[in-house]
Each structure stands twice: as structure tokens, then as C-alpha cells.
């Protein structure tokens, strides 16, 4: 079994190989009869032979109207897939164990319908495919480990017009994503505490937080922070000042107590803390490091970082 | 693929209608109510005022189809039966119908009993009905496979089938037809037609049905009406109320009848009516091993007859002289002890007047004849005495009461004589091309045997209502008001443009029925015969391949969808297909320009060579409209950066020399 299915796929890399973009023809395309059409076939013979006992010409052109209708929906589903362009678009990365998506764009000359689309084992999707625009697809993928995630060929299949034949083609559009660890919350503190000087005085930055004091208005600062209350007592235009504490930039690094993929998931975690709290963070790996910063693209540098890390090791 | 659209919805119950409702007199009472509730729970759904039935109701629904199933099982055989099956279960199934799979169970059911109205239905109107069916039903499949475009969707599967057409003529045409594989019961198909018995009064009934009997069609001119006597039945044996066919029939040996040229050839196209007799001319035989000689010239069919039947007979003269077998002879004088004294009297009168049996009989037309004898569908009634009652005192009736009383005083005089029943006449199609019989052709006469001479026919009837023999039934019925309250055809038949009208129809019924219902073994056989040279597997098996691959590439579009690409596109593939083999093709969102500069920062050699082409592709492809002047210049240019590079692979990737300008 496994052996079949290691020369069924290597002739399929050899017959469709992997490519950003393809586009169907008789060359990928694969038709049976679906189970129905298996079923219709059968309901054409009983027909066939019921016409036969009875002698009965109507009965045996209705078999042969029915089964050519057959044939006429095994050349329509092939037509319905051939000349689809399938283009591999963006690709989702997430943390493993949750759900990981590529985008798939589908374009065609004429307008196909009841297209399938998904990866094997998962959910197929459904989406007719226009001629006047292109359709976009986000075929959800599980993910399980951390890393580059191949999700395999992607399966096109349709059973228009009559879902008596399956028409169908696997593709190879080069998909991966990158699998960044589970948050896996850690013993808190371990490295952030050891990184962090006590004795500096705390820095700040305009904040929300904190009131800090009065300032002298200003033009062009924002009227709900005027102090009412002295403007009313002493006649001066003063406004509120509020402050935040900013942390010192923690030095995030791989706890060598545990293995790495759980040191890996500590790590995560923190990562998404800090990022949460909106505490500068670095992250240093045994070869490399990334300075410290905060916000939505550092988050994600340093995520990829971590999915990368010692990857094929 | 789960749940169903509404549109879907709405395809099946009308698709469901249509199925049914013609199938409709062959369900039972049980049946046709569960159907009606099934069909009426699924419109409550589709105008979402109700949802999928309880459990509990369709178990009550189940448990209803089991009793109409088993009401069904003493009564009308395995067809009726099986045509109650589906349709329950067609019906039952739909009301709980809410995945794809659920619905191709319904549809499947749905094409199945589409061949069930085919069993007893022949006419061309039913192929046009046929694909209807098959169109709705397909439909209804379409629209799960379709989002919206509900209107298009009966004309996509109208355009499905008709595209389906040509194979399927091919199929019907060349597949060899096959025996019968097994027996089938026919007891379901219950028809009206001729009983082996008649009791006065039967025929009449049967008279007032205009149901297509045959039609015949001669090689020549049809004979005139009044010779146009189709025998089907003999009735030879009487017990004073009722005439049958006596077992002694059969004693007369079928052989002395071998009729003898010259042949006149027809043929007769029967409607099937599920009887073993067939209504032929008198002196008729038949190479088909479909039928069997009879005694006293009857041809009857192997098994009943249940499905129009196209088949060729000859009619010939048959010897004159011939003895009767005293067995037959005597069950043709016998009469019942008792009853009717005064026939039996006025008999025994004739038989001292009258020696010879012909002047007898002669005698009892010229009765008939001479008294006011009148012609009725609606006689009064008897009494006890049935051939007394009718021969003093009513004096009024049909063929029947004629044929029968002329018998029972032959008889009574001792002369051997016996009822036939059968047609008479018919009605002419245009062009006279053929004769249809109808049920009102229906009729009774009376043969009676002449030593020396055989049995010779005598139409009482025709000395009352000549005309009835002469013009057929239809002239002297459609003046009785009984007959033209039953049958809804001569009311409008005054109308000359309907009539011709319906001329035409029979005309296209007849041409359907003899080459399509009759394009029987015998026909495909010779068809093979005269077109492929004889019938062999290889050559259909040829012969189906090559019209596979002709249907196949017309209509998947293999030919006509292979459009052309621009040649400079063409070319610049190619070019970049040269330049894969240093892997410096250009990239899926590269712009042209941006890969020169690349493939210079690769080889300034390559450079050299794929510039012109490139510059030129570029000032083609984007900035002029390509005169073909330019596009010969561009072809100049891809050849030489092929040549350039080909003299590259011969001496090693980067060594192709510096070029200038190529013009």
C-alpha cells in the first residue's frame, strides 16, 4: 500500500510538477464515476434489461438517452475544470496546533461552477469561479509542529453538471507557511528579572496612566486635559500631564533548563506578553539576535525567528 | 454538499408532479393518498410554512405504505406492484429529502419510473413527453450543481440532453436487441379488447371506444371496406345466454387451411392489449415465429402481446372442398336442450322448405331483411327468451343479437355455423398508406359450413345496417346519440381543419410506431445487412469507439479551445525558456526590464545576445501596435539569440561572444 502510494506520488511530481501557478487541462485532470453515477449506471442497466424483457424500443432509448446523458456529464465536469488557473496567494502563518490558510486564487475564461477545492483531509471548500474576476479561496490547513508547513497538493474537484462523474485534479502549488511554537506559559520572570537593572530610575513616556502633574497649556493641546480646577482658582491655563513607566527592554532568551521545543514555547509566550503590555523586548538565539523593539512587525520577525529555529536540526 | 436549495426544492416538486401524475391509474387507492400527502407536506416546505415531517409521522406513513403495499399484493400482479413500490417510496423519500445524497436517490427513483410509463405507452407524443421528463428531472439535479441562474437551468438540461441525443440514436440503432431473458408476467396490464366470451350486450360496450385497435397497411391498394373482415375470436359454443370458444375448436386440424397463392401481403401494426389472439384476415399466415397457426384459421401469438408490435402477414386463398370432422360438426349444430321454441319452430320450417343449407341461410337474411329489423346500440330489453324475445318482439339490437340468433337458427335448421368476432373496416389514413382499427370497429358475424365448399361468411348485420359494413362503424354510430355522448371524437369530427389535423397525427403515430417502436431484431439485423455489411462485435465495437471519440471531442472542446498565443508572447516564453538553463528565466512578477538588468548582472554575453530581441519584444508588446513588419523583425531577433545561445551550451555556459546591433 505504502509502496503504491510512493510511486503514485512520485509519478505525480513527475507528471505535475510543483509550480507557483497551473493551469488545468487534460493533461491533470482526472474523471470517474462518482458514487451516484456508479449507482445511475446500474439503474441504466435494470432500465436495459427491463426493456429487453418487455421488448419494449421506448424503454431501451430511454437506457440509451440515460446513459449517454452520462457520458455527456463526464465530458461537461471536464470541461467545467479544464482551463482554471490556479494560483497560490498568501499564506497564513499561526502557531502550532491551530489553524494554518492559503490563499488560492482561481480565474477562468468562462464562468465554472460547484468547484471543491481544499487539502487532503481536511474540509473542502465550495465557490463557483467567474470570468469577470478571479476568485479567492482560504483553504484552512492544521497545523501540528512548529516550522515550515507543507500542506501537500491541493485537491480541485467538481461534480458539475449532474454529480454523476467526479472530475478532479491534485496540484502542487509550492504552499508553506511558517509554524511559529505554542505559547506555552513558562516559570514567569526566569530570564525577563535577571536582565533588568533594579537600581535605574524608572523611565517614563507620555502615557495615560499615571497623572504626573501640571504643564502650561499650550496651543494645540487637547481641551479634556485643561485643569479646569486651577484655571478656575488661579486664572492660569494649565493642563494635566500623565505619564506611563516604561520597562527597560527585557532580553528574551532560550531557557536552557528544558528541552527546546518546551524552552521554545516559553519563549513564545513571553513574547506575546511582553507584546500584550507593551514592554520593549529582544530575543537572542544562539546565532542570532534581534534588537530590541515593540509592535505588530517585531512580534512578527521575532515569531519567525522562533519557528526557524534549529528547524531540520 | 448538504442541504438543499430552494430552488432545487421547487425543481423536485414539479419534477415529482410530473412523474407521477401520469403514472396515477396504476396506483391504489392507500398509494394515491400517501402520495398526495407526501406531495403536499413537500409544498409545505418549500413555502417554508412547515418543516421536515416528526419521526412519528413518517413511521405512520411507513406503516400506511406497507398496508397499500399489501392491499396491492392480492390484486393486479408483480407491475402494478412494483409501480406502487416506487412510487411510495419516491414519495416518502422526498418529504425527508435534506442532503445531496437524499436527493440523488429521489432523482434516481425518478428516472427509473420515467421507464415505467413506457410499459404501456407507445405513441410518438410519448417520446416528446419522455425527454420532457428526463429534462425536468436532470434539472433538478442541474440546480444543486448551480448557484442562482435558476430560469437557464431546464434549458441547460434540455441542451444537455439533446447534445446527449446523437449517441444515444447510435446506441438505439446499432446495439443488437437481445431475447427476452425471462418470462414476464402480464396480468397487470389490464385492457379493454375482445373476450373469448360474449353475452349480448357486450359488444356494444365495446363500441363506444375510440381506442386504437391496429393498423394495416397493404402493399397495394387496401381492399374496399365490406372485405375487411379481421377474425379474432370463434365463438362455437352456446348455453343460452352466453357464446364461447368450445375446446373443439381445436379439433379442426390446423393444416387443411395452409392457404395458396397468390398472396396479398400486409401488415399489421397491433397496439398491445396483453391477449394471445390476433385480428387477421381470414386465409392469413406468417413466417414470424411470434405466432402460432390455429385452428380454423386463427393465428395466435406465442405469449400475450404487450407492446406494439409491427408484424408481416400474407393472406391467401385456402382449398375449397373440404369435410368437416364429425366431432366439429357436431359442436357446430349443438344447441341447448331447452328454450326459445319459437326460433326453434320457424327453423324446422325452413329446414322442410328449404334442402339446401345456402337457401336456408338466404332465407333468415331476406327475414331480417323484410320485417322492420332495426340497428341499435341501445336495445330494449329481452327477457328469458333471449332469441325469441328478440327475433318476434323487440326486433331491435346489434351485431351481436343478429350474429347470434342467425347461429342459433342455422343450427336449429342443421346447418353448422359459428359467431366470429372481430373488426370490421376501418378507418383510411391519408394518402390510404394504412387502415386503423378502432374499438368501435369491433364486430359479430357468422361463418357456416357448406359441404363441398367450406366455411362461408355471412354478415346478418348487413342486411339491417348495410351501411355499417359498407362506410364502417363510424357512419352509422355517430348518428346514435349514445355513441356520440361516450366518445368526445364526433363531436368535433364535423370540423374539416381538425380532421385533417388528426390525419396528420396518425400519420407521424404510424411512421413513429414503424420505425421506431418496430425497429424490432429483424429490422436491425437487415439495417446492419445493407449499411456495415452484417453484424460483428468488432465492427460495433469499432463503430462505437470512433462515434465516442467524435461526440467526445466536439463537445469537451478540446479542438476549438486551444486559442492561439500572440507570437511575441510565444516567442518571449521560449526565449525564456532558453534562459531557464542558466536559471535566470524571468520571475512570475518581474517586469521585462527589470530582468535584462538581472540577466546582464549574470553574463554579459547572454546580455548581448537577448537584448535586441528583448528591446524590440518590449517596444512590441507595450508601447507600437505590432505590424507584422515588426513581428518579422522580432522573429529575426529570437533566432539569432537561439543561435547565439546554442553555440553557448556547445562551449560552456557563459562563452557566447560579444554581438552588436543585429540589423
Request: net charge positive; glycine share 6%; with cysteine.
Amino acid at each position: 500500500m505504502n509502496i503504491a502510494n510512493a510511486m503514485w506520488h512520485k509519478w505525480l511530481h513527475k507528471r505535475l510538477p510543483p509550480s507557483r501557478a497551473q493551469t488545468l487541462s487534460h493533461r491533470s485532470i482526472f474523471i470517474l464515476p462518482s458514487g451516484a453515477g456508479i449507482a445511475y449506471l446500474v439503474m441504466c442497466m435494470v432500465l436495459f434489461i427491463l426493456g429487453t424483457n418487455y421488448q419494449n424500443n421506448l424503454i431501451l432509448a430511454l437506457a440509451f438517452i440515460l446513459l449517454s446523458l452520462f457520458h455527456t456529464s463526464l465530458l461537461m465536469a471536464y470541461r467545467n475544470l479544464s482551463g482554471i488557473t490556479l494560483r497560490a496567494g498568501k499564506s497564513n502563518s499561526c502557531h502550532a496546533g491551530e489553524q494554518a490558510s492559503f490563499t488560492v486564487e482561481l480565474s477562468a475564461e468562462r464562468y465554472r461552477h460547484h468547484i471543491a477545492l481544499g487539502f487532503a483531509n481536511t474540509t473542502a471548500q465550495l465557490t463557483d469561479v467567474d470570468n469577470a474576476h478571479n476568485s479567492c479561496c482560504e483553504l484552512p490547513f492544521p497545523s501540528t509542529q512548529r516550522g515550515k508547513l507543507n500542506p501537500g497538493r491541493i485537491w480541485i474537484e467538481t461534480r458539475y453538471p449532474l454529480g454523476l462523474c467526479r472530475a478532479w485534479s491534485v496540484q502542487d502549488l509550492n504552499l508553506s507557511a511558517l509554524i511559529w511554537p505554542t505559547a506555552i506559559a513558562g516559570p514567569t520572570g526566569l530570564n525577563s528579572a535577571s536582565n533588568t537593572d533594579q537600581n535605574q530610575p524608572q523611565q517614563i513616556r507620555p502615557g495615560i496612566e499615571d497623572f504626573q502633574g501640571l504643564e502650561r497649556w499650550q496651543q494645540g493641546d487637547s481641551q479634556s486635559r485643561v485643569a479646569w480646577k486651577q484655571l478656575a482658582q488661579t486664572g492660569s491655563w494649565q493642563i494635566k500631564q500623565f505619564v506611563e513607566p516604561i520597562a527597560s527592554p527585557t532580553i528574551l532568551t532560550l531557557d536552557s533548563c528544558c528541552s527546546i521545543e518546551d524552552g521554545l514555547s516559553h519563549l513564545t509566550a513571553q513574547l506575546l506578553q511582553h507584546e500584550n503590555n507593551r514592554q520593549p523586548y529582544a530575543l537572542k538565539l544562539q546565532q542570532q539576535s534581534i534588537e530590541a523593539d515593540i509592535g505588530r512587525t517585531h512580534l512578527l520577525q521575532c515569531l519567525d525567528a522562533l519557528a526557524l529555529y534549529q528547524e531540520g536540526k | 454538499m448538504s442541504g438543499i436549495s430552494r430552488a432545487t426544492q421547487g425543481w423536485m416538486l414539479l419534477t415529482q408532479v410530473a412523474i407521477m401524475v401520469p403514472l396515477m391509474d396504476q396506483a391504489s387507492h392507500w398509494t394515491l393518498a400517501i402520495v398526495s400527502l407526501c406531495l403536499l407536506w413537500r409544498l409545505g416546505i418549500f413555502f417554508a410554512r412547515w418543516a421536515s415531517p416528526p419521526r412519528w409521522l413518517l413511521n405512520l406513513l411507513g406503516i400506511g405504505t406497507a398496508a397499500a403495499l399489501f392491499s396491492q399484493l392480492s390484486g393486479n400482479g408483480t407491475m402494478a406492484t412494483l409501480i406502487n413500490l416506487l412510487l411510495l417510496g419516491y414519495s416518502l423519500k422526498s418529504i425527508e429529502t435534506k442532503s445531496g445524497k437524499d436527493l440523488m436517490v429521489v432523482l434516481l427513483t425518478g428516472y427509473f419510473l420515467i421507464g415505467l410509463h413506457l410499459i404501456d405507452r407507445f405513441g410518438a407524443i410519448m417520446s416528446v413527453q419522455l425527454i420532457l421528463m428526463v429534462a425536468l428531472n436532470s434539472a433538478c439535479m442541474l440546480s444543486n450543481y448551480r448557484s442562482q441562474e435558476t430560469k437557464h437551468t431546464f434549458i441547460l438540461s434540455l441542451k444537455l440532453i439533446v447534445a446527449s441525443l446523437p449517441l444515444a440514436i447510435a446506441l438505439f440503432v446499432l446495439i443488437p436487441r437481445l431475447p427476452p431473458m425471462w418470462q414476464i408476467q402480464t396480468s397487470t396490464l389490464a385492457r379493454t379488447g375482445l373476450s373469448d366470451s360474449m353475452a349480448l350486450g357486450d359488444i356494444a360496450q365495446l363500441t363506444r371506444s375510440d381506442e386504437l385497435v391496429m393498423r394495416a397497411s397493404f402493399t397495394d391498394d387496401p381492399p374496399p371496406a365490406e372485405q375487411l373482415y379481421w377474425r379474432a375470436l370463434i365463438l362455437d359454443s352456446y348455453d343460452g345466454r352466453r357464446w364461447s370458444a368450445s375446446a373443439n375448436v381445436a379439433t379442426e386440424p390446423a393444416e387443411h387451411y395452409q392457404p395458396m397463392a397468390p398472396f396479398l401481403d400486409y401488415s399489421l401494426q397491433v397496439e398491445a392489449n396483453n391477449q394471445t389472439w390476433l385480428a387477421t384476415l381470414r386465409g392469413s399466415r406468417s413466417d414470424s415465429s411470434r405466432l402460432r397457426p390455429q385452428a380454423a384459421q386463427q393465428l395466435h401469438w406465442q405469449v400475450p402481446l404487450i407492446s406494439r408490435t409491427k408484424i408481416d402477414l400474407q393472406q391467401g386463398h385456402y382449398p375449397a372442398a373440404m369435410s368437416l370432422s364429425l366431432e366439429a360438426e357436431q359442436q357446430n349444430l349443438l344447441l341447448p336442450a331447452h328454450g326459445n321454441p319459437l326460433a326453434r319452430q320457424w327453423a324446422q320450417q325452413l329446414r322442410e322448405q328449404y334442402p339446401q343449407p345456402q337457401q336456408r341461410m338466404a332465407a333468415i337474411m331476406s327475414h331480417f331483411r323484410q320485417n322492420p329489423f332495426r340497428y341499435t346500440l341501445s336495445p330494449p330489453p329481452l327477457g328469458g327468451e333471449q332469441i325469441d324475445g328478440f327475433l318476434f318482439n323487440t326486433k331491435a339490437g346489434f351485431c351481436g343479437h343478429y350474429a347470434s340468433t342467425m347461429v342459433f337458427v342455422a343450427r336449429a335448421a342443421g346447418v353448422p355455423a359459428r359467431i366470429v368476432t372481430g373488426y370490421q373496416g376501418g378507418e383510411r389514413g391519408l394518402n390510404n398508406e394504412f387502415v386503423s382499427v378502432y374499438q368501435y370497429n369491433a364486430h359479430a358475424w357468422v361463418e357456416y359450413w357448406l359441404p363441398l365448399q367450406g366455411w362461408q361468411r355471412i354478415d346478418p348485420t348487413a342486411a339491417v345496417a348495410p351501411e355499417r359494413v359498407e362506410q364502417g362503424a363510424e357512419a352509422t354510430l355517430s348518428q346514435q346519440p349514445e355513441f356520440s355522448q361516450q366518445s368526445g371524437l364526433f363531436t368535433w369530427r364535423n370540423s374539416r381543419a381538425i380532421w385533417h389535423l388528426r390525419g396528420v397525427l396518425e400519420q407521424l403515430d404510424y411512421q413513429w410506431s414503424r420505425h421506431v417502436i418496430g425497429f424490432d431484431h429483424k429490422r436491425q439485423i437487415s439495417f446492419w445487412q445493407e449499411w456495415l455489411g452484417g453484424f460483428q462485435w468488432w465492427k460495433l465495437a469499432v463503430l462505437l469507439g470512433f462515434i465516442l471519440l467524435l461526440v467526445g471531442i466536439s463537445q469537451s472542446g478540446l479542438l476549438s479551445r486551444t486559442k492561439p498565443t500572440p507570437t511575441p508572447i510565444r516567442l518571449y516564453n521560449k526565449a525564456q525558456q532558453r534562459l531557464s538553463r542558466w536559471g535566470i528565466q524571468r520571475l512570475d512578477n518581474e517586469a521585462p526590464l527589470a530582468h535584462l538588468e538581472r540577466v546582464q548582472q549574470h553574463s554579459q554575453a547572454l546580455y548581448d545576445a537577448y537584448l535586441p530581441f528583448c528591446r524590440l519584444f518590449i517596444e512590441v508588446q507595450y508601447q507600437a501596435t505590432p505590424t507584422p513588419a515588426k513581428i518579422k523583425r522580432l522573429r529575426g531577433r529570437f533566432q539569432f539569440f537561439i543561435r547565439q545561445t546554442n553555440q553557448a551550451k556547445r562551449r560552456g555556459p557563459v562563452a557566447v561572444k560579444p554581438v552588436t546591433a543585429h540589423e
